[in-house]
């Protein structure tokens, strides 16, 4: 086996700050309600964990802008997040990001990058076209997917996307063109814009907490892969299988396909 010359590779470190109109226009872009005021206002605020996610984002860019792979297909593939502790309302974070691994799909790759700071630690996995064919491992199978075994689901959440969706989120970070620009999507491979795979992910986190009865600030853990584009305006629906008191497996389908398979959250007891 032949590993690739990018696992391993040291992204640095970085420090990043906000504020608290920052995490704001997070929770709004993300589908918080306005009437959700400790996700909206600032008298009362607390921050989404998965914002943190939009903090660490100057990680995969750094990768992508030195080469690694070509930036104008590669897509967003998995994304786990481990909550370490609550964001502040605003301030900085301080990040360290290196390449974990580099699996080899034949006509992809996939580069595992990970962030850690004192507050989380997030693993992003990009699926980039092309760069496989090194000779290196193909990495782990996917996840068992929840229902496989014929369990029928618990719940059945729904979450309507907005047209403007993927052009607001953007403003928070991820700008790559995919996102907006029809000619960009194309030559990624998907008929129009859209949606950043963290926001699909972050938007179906409140209705689940929701459901648990928890507060999506008290998110602890979250996971799951992009098996599909998610367009924005999608009405998408998540099937949860519950996973402990606080836990949930959840699959969500857009109009057509199956877009975030394998997803797990666990949230604390507030
Ligand atoms: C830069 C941007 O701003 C970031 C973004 O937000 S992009 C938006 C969010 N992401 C997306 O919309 C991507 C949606 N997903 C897809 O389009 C497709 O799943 C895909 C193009 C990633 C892969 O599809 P496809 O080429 O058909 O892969 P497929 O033949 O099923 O699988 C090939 C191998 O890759 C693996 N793989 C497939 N999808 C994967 C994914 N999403 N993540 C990681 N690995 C994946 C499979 O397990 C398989 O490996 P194995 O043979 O060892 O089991």
């Known amino acids: 086996m032949t590993a690739s010359p990018w696992r391993g590779y040291e992204l640095g470190s970085r420090t990043v700050s906000y ?31 998965t914002f943190a996610l939009t903090l660490a984002q100057w990680a995969p860019d750094a990768l992508g802008s030195l080469g690694a792979f070509d930036v104008t297909t ?22 360290g990001a290196r390449v974990t ?27 980039a076209p092309g760069c ?9 199978a996917a996840p068992p997917r929840p229902g496989e075994a014929g369990q029928p689901a618990d719940r059945r959440l729904t979450v309507a996307t907005h047209p403007g969706q993927a052009a607001l989120y953007r403003l928070l970070g991820d700008r790559h063109p995919m996102h907006v620009d029809p000619e960009a999507a194309k030559a990624a491979g998907v008929a129009r814009p859209f949606l950043h795979g963290l926001c699909t992910m972050a938007a179906l986190t409140l209705p689940v907490a929701g459901a648990l009865g928890a507060h999506p600030a008290d998110l602890l853990e ?29 699959e969500a389908s857009g109009p057509e396909r199956t877009v975030i398979s394998g997803g797990r959250a666990r949230f604390g007891h507030g």
């Open 74 to 95: 590669a897509v967003h593939g998995a994304q786990r997040l481990t909550v370490r502790a609550p964001l502040a309302r605003a301030g900085e974070v301080v990040m």
């Open 19 to 49: 504020t608290e109109r920052d995490a704001i226009l997070y929770a709004l872009a993300v589908g918080a309600h306005p009437s959700d005021l400790d996700l909206v206002y600032e008298e009362r605020l607390r921050v989404l964990p």
């Open 101 to 127: 691994e580099v699996w080899d799909k034949g006509s992809a790759a996939v580069f595992e990058i990970e962030v850690v700071s004192d507050r989380f630690v997030a693993a992003w996995s990009l699926f």
């Open 222 to 250: 979250l996971q799951g892969r992009f098996a599909a584009p998610a367009f924005p305006g999608d009405r998408l629906v998540a099937h949860c299988w519950s996973d402990g008191e606080k836990g949930v497996r959840f």
């Open 132 to 140: 496989g064919g090194f000779g290196g491992a193909r990495g782990p």
